[in-house]
C-alpha cells in the first residue's frame, strides 16, 4: 500500500494531528508488511501560492515558457505524489476555522485542468469531473472549540472538513465511502471533555487501520 502522509500543523512535537497521523501509520505497518510511506510536511517546506506565471502555465496548450514551467514545477511534484498513492492521510488544525494557510496552497497547487480534473461545458452545470479515482483519502482534524459536526452547535462556523470535503475529488477519492474522518476537540478547553475526545479518537485508530487495510486488500485481490 502506497500511503501519502500530508502534514499542516505548525505545532510539530505537541501536534495532536501529527500524533494520531504518526501512531495510524504505526499501527498500519503491523498490519501490512508492504507500506510505503511518502512524508510530505507543508510547514517544513510550504508549498508557493499560485500566480500568473502558474495559471498560464497551466491552461497554455503551447510550450511552456521557462517561467511557466518553473511555475509548475511543485504542483507537477505534489499531483506525482497522489498519483502515486493508495491511501491519503491529511493532518490538519483547525485555524480560524478552517485549514492552515500551507494546506490550501498545496490544494491550491493540486487542482489542476487535465492532471487533476477536466472541464466541459457540454456537461451542462456541472462541467467539472475528476480525473483520478481510486483513493482513499483519511483526515485528522484538531480544534480547540467544539461542536463543529452536523446539528452541532459551531456547525455553520465549520469551514474545515466540509471544506476538505469538497475539493476530495481532486486527490481521486470518488466515493463517499474512501472518505474517512477523525477528530479530536476541546484542545483549548483542557478539561475531561477534551480528554475523553482524545482518548476515543485514539483509541479508534486500531478499528480504523483494520476497515481500510481489509477494504483496501478486497479491492486489490
Ligand atoms: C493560529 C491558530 C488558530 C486557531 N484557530 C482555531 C479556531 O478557529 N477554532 C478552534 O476551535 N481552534 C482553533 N485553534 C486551536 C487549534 O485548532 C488546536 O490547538 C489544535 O489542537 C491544533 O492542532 P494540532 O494539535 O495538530 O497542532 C487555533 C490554533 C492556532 C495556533
Not at 47 to 74: D, H, M, Y
Request: hydrophobic share 40%; charged share 30%; glycine share 6%.
Amino acid at each position: 500500500m502506497k500511503i501519502l502522509s500530508v502534514q499542516s500543523s505548525a505545532g510539530m512535537e505537541r501536534s495532536l494531528t501529527r500524533k494520531l497521523s504518526a501512531d495510524f501509520l504505526d499501527l498500519l505497518k503491523l498490519g501490512l508488511q508492504q507500506v510505503e510511506i511518502e512524508e510530505l510536511d507543508l510547514v517544513k517546506c510550504p508549498p508557493p501560492f499560485v500566480t500568473s506565471e502558474w495559471i498560464a502555465g497551466a491552461f497554455s496548450k503551447k510550450e511552456l515558457t521557462e517561467l511557466q514551467r518553473k511555475a509548475l514545477a511543485r504542483s507537477d511534484e505534489f499531483i506525482g505524489q497522489i498519483e502515486a498513492a493508495d491511501l491519503i492521510i491529511i493532518g490538519t488544525p483547525m485555524y480560524n476555522y478552517g485549514m492552515p494557510a500551507v494546506l490550501k496552497a498545496w490544494f491550491d497547487q493540486i487542482a489542476r485542468i487535465s492532471k487533476t480534473f477536466s472541464f466541459d461545458l457540454s456537461r451542462g452545470d456541472f462541467p467539472i469531473e475528476p480525473v483520478l479515482s481510486g483513493k482513499k483519502l483519511l483526515v485528522f482534524t484538531a480544534s480547540g472549540e467544539f461542536e463543529f459536526q452536523k446539528g452541532g452547535i459551531r456547525e455553520s462556523i465549520n469551514h474545515l472538513v466540509p471544506h476538505i470535503k469538497s475539493l476530495t475529488h481532486f486527490l481521486g477519492v470518488t466515493d463517499e465511502k474512501d472518505f474517512y474522518h477523525v477528530g479530536i476537540e476541546y484542545q483549548e478547553f483542557k478539561d475531561e471533555r477534551y480528554e475523553r475526545s482524545k482518548n476515543e479518537a485514539f483509541a479508534n485508530l486500531a478499528k480504523l487501520v483494520d476497515e481500510i487495510l481489509i477494504d483496501f486488500l478486497i479491492r486489490k485481490y
